[in-house]
């Protein structure tokens, strides 16, 4: 039985490692133009993480930017949220 646990502990450490060796070229493979303005679009993490992606560009509705409505509870008003779209995540990702 130990020896078992021990081969499916390797095993799914070794699918674990291709995981990340994969994750690792696709984001080498990246396309650094689109990469770049995503980053721009976005400005820190921070925003990224909690959906604070402004969805207007230039006095434009940005399309890279997917856009939702939340209720603020301590202003009981309602706010824009916005994150990258899943375009523009293929287009960084999986470059033509």
């Not at 291709?18 to 080498?28: E, W």
């Not at 604070?52 to 940005?62: A, I, N, Q, S, Y």
């Not at 939702?68 to 470059?95: F, H, M």
Request: aromatic share 12%; proline share 1%; with cysteine.
């Amino acid at each position: 039985m130990y020896l078992f646990l021990q081969v499916i502990l390797i095993i799914s450490l070794c699918f674990g490692l291709l995981y990340v060796l994969h994750m690792l070229i696709t984001v080498r493979r990246a396309n650094k133009n689109d990469y770049e303005l995503s980053r721009a679009i976005t400005g820190t993490f921070q925003n990224a993480f909690r959906g604070e992606v402004d969805t207007f560009r230039d006095g434009k509705r940005d399309y890279r930017v997917s856009a939702g409505l939340i209720v603020d509870r301590k202003t009981n008003t309602w706010k824009e949220q916005g994150k990258l779209s899943e375009e523009a995540l293929d287009t960084i990702l999986y470059p033509k």
